[in-house]
């Protein structure tokens, strides 16, 4: 069936630290992938997402390419700041109704 | 710019109690979704709502069941409280035509002791 496997954390990374989450997901069609976010006390909200392979999404710094030939969908950022602390979510939709989302990757960003 | 809204925020059950938690979204979304949130599981979906009318079970929907009052409203009941349903409830909300965002909820912390 659809899923997702994403980098177990907690990832802890100084300030303007380079911050890579890796993704990678499994599915029988041609899987739209997201990146949802989850700041403290909050509920998830859609960071990225790409649509199609070679797609890539962007918001607010963060980067990730849908890459079909290795079933990635890896989040990149170049310089993380405390703000970006959260727990972050990979996820795919293969209908208009099935999302499937990774286990969460906290992040913490310390000054 | 309400979006998504729930209640309660929390909630305390005895084993074998009912409680619904209750959803609404004022963005004129066709679909609605209820997931819950484990340690270490991510999101599993439990029922959701392509349109007005239709409800269908989700990964994990034993122990739940939904009603969807109309467009806008869309409650998730447990009629007989379990501590494995000790969990995080959110709700999210979308047009449901393909590949499109969902919307959540702040979110319900339950917990059945």
């Known amino acids: 069936g659809d899923s997702v496997t994403q980098m177990e954390g907690p990832v802890t990374l100084s300030e303007e630290a380079f911050l ?11 899987p739209s992938l ?3 976010v989850q700041y403290p006390g909050e509920g998830l909200q859609l ?3 790409a649509t199609k392979a070679d797609d890539k999404g962007s918001n607010k710094g963060f980067e990730a390419t849908y890459r079909k030939e290795t079933t990635s969908f890896h989040l990149e950022k170049g310089s993380v700041q405390v703000s970006d602390s959260a727990v972050y979510f990979c996820a795919l939709q293969t209908g208009a109704n099935n999302l499937f989302f990774g286990t969460g990757t906290r992040l913490t960003v310390i000054p | 710019n ?5 209640t309660p925020k929390f ?7 009912s409680m619904t938690l209750q959803c609404a979204q004022d963005m ?3 679909s609605m979704y209820w997931y819950r949130q484990d340690p270490g599981m991510g999101l599993r979906l439990i029922y959701y709502s392509a349109s007005e009318g239709t409800t269908d079970k989700g990964e994990v929907p034993n122990g739940y069941n939904v009603s ?7 409650s998730l009941r447990l009629e007989s409280a379990a ?3 000790t969990s995080v409830y959110f709700c999210a909300s979308n047009r449901g035509t393909g590949p499109d965002t969902q919307y959540f909820g702040p979110g319900t912390r339950l917990t059945v002791l």
């Not at chain 1, 890579?20 to 041609?30: D, V």
């Not at chain 2, 309400?2 to 729930?6: I, N, P």
């Open chain 1, 20 to 30: 890579t989450i890796n993704c990678t997901y499994t599915a029988t069609g041609y």
């Open chain 1, 34 to 36: 997201f990146w949802y």
């Open chain 1, 47 to 49: 960071l990225l997402k």
């Open chain 2, 2 to 6: 309400a979006g998504v809204t729930q």
């Open chain 2, 11 to 17: 909630q305390v059950l005895k084993t074998g109690q």
């Open chain 2, 28 to 30: 004129n979304h066709n």
């Open chain 2, 68 to 74: 969807r009052l109309n467009k806008r409203e869309f």
């Open chain 2, 83 to 85: 501590p494995s349903q």
